[in-house]
């Protein structure tokens, strides 16, 4: 029988545990800068007396021959969210980074987003998209496949980009279809990852295919492949930058810091030119949205991402990456948590560039080359090119 006293004793013992315990694990989060990025290894490596790697540069650059030598280690850590007592007195960046956090070690989402006028239950859709569309659900069952229609698309950024209004006021801004479909696909896999991938497009080979399964995907967060490598004199007549990456075909996991950057750039910039009364539809607009929200964008800040300090260990770096780097390349390469794959990755068939054929091992996603927004005689750029190198 235990007396009144000890009874008494034992409840006070209690509640000071308690007390304790609580105060040691009061639930906080903690303050962090928006680019938290653990540094990267180097661009070149070299072997010590050990036979051990060492680094010395600022970013290792690794094919996938590199990865049956060398332990693949995460270059991301976990971005921890910050405490914003005021999201609107804060940078769209830290917006962004708040809403949308990234962590490496996460799986990619089972999403496949594509945009056209029609989804493939409407009797309008195109039926020479029709087999394209269906390969991305046959490749990967399980995923949700989803089409979105323009209709639909404006009332899913709204509930995605609620607390961040100028996202949602640059892209109600943008007159031309064709930059809302290049901001949307930015705008879903920051949110949302999965694969996003052009409505003219057919899946050959599942998205775990992509990367050697050797690579564990808990070490990179943003699949991407080469559009364009043309070595030749006169390649800025006919592409924007001498390596460009494609956009009409990208697997991410939410929240990557590239992503981010490109939302940012193109809300700030539609925002400055719609104050500045630049955003007319017309024939200058149209020419330049390569540059506005397409690949010379998309391209400029994955270098941007690449060679930034704030997520790699400059300090002995010997260059920065650049298109020398990916010229030629015809294997997987990993830039810190991202894999960059050759042009017969998301290009095969265009007989140009060294690209392979639909049949190459590492040919994994069909592209027509439809460019519906663009005039007739602008479309099927890839054959345009491939004509006047003959």
Not at 172 to 184: E, G, H, Q, R, T
Not at 264 to 271: G, K, P, Q, S, V
Not at 279 to 288: A, F, H, P, V
């Amino acid at each position: 029988m235990i007396s009144f006293r000890r009874a008494l004793l034992m409840a006070a013992a209690v509640l000071t545990f308690l007390y304790l315990f609580r105060s040691s694990h009061s639930p906080t989060i903690p303050d962090a800068p928006p680019l938290s990025h653990p540094k990267g290894a180097s661009l070149h490596s070299e072997t010590d007396s050990t036979g051990k790697s060492q680094s010395t540069g600022a970013i290792r650059t690794e094919s996938s021959s590199d990865w049956k030598a060398n332990p693949i280690t995460s270059s991301t850590a976990k971005e921890s969210q910050q405490r914003l007592t005021d999201l609107g007195n804060k940078s769209l960046l830290e917006q962004l980074h708040y809403q949308f956090p990234y962590d490496v070690e996460d799986k990619f989402p089972g999403y496949v987003w594509q945009t056209w006028k029609y989804t493939p239950a409407s009797g309008e859709f195109n039926e020479d998209y029709r087999l394209g569309e269906a390969s991305w659900t046959e490749k990967h069952p399980g995923f949700v496949h989803e089409v979105i229609t323009d209709q639909v698309a404006v009332h899913l950024i709204r509930h995605l980009y609620a607390a961040v209004p100028a996202v949602l006021d640059a892209y109600n801004s943008l007159p031309l279809p064709i930059l809302k479909a290049d901001f949307f696909r930015y705008l879903i896999l920051l949110a949302r990852g999965g694969i996003y991938s052009d409505i003219d497009t057919a899946a050959l080979k599942s998205a775990a295919e992509w990367v050697p399964e050797k690579v564990p995907r808990s070490t990179y967060g943003l699949v991407i492949g080469i559009e364009a490598d043309p070595d030749r004199p006169d390649w800025a007549d006919w592409y924007s930058r001498r390596i460009q990456f494609c956009q009409w075909t990208i697997q991410a996991k939410p929240g990557h810091p590239i992503l981010r950057n490109v939302v940012a750039a193109i809300t700030e910039e539609t925002l400055r030119r719609k104050k500045a009364g630049l955003l007319k539809k017309g024939e200058d607009l149209q020419k330049g949205i390569i540059e506005f929200t397409g690949p010379a964008l998309w391209t400029d800040n994955i270098f941007a991402f690449f060679n930034n300090p704030d997520y790699y260990d400059m300090t002995t770096s010997r260059r920065n990456i650049t298109w020398e780097d990916f010229t030629g390349i015809t294997e997987a390469k990993k830039v810190g948590d991202v894999i960059v794959l050759p042009i017969t990755s998301f290009s095969p068939g265009v007989k140009t560039m060294g690209a392979g054929e639909d049949d190459d091992p590492m040919a994994f996603v069909k592209h027509d080359f439809d460019g519906t927004w663009k005039p007739e005689e602008e479309r099927h750029i890839g054959e345009v090119v491939e004509s006047a190198e003959s």
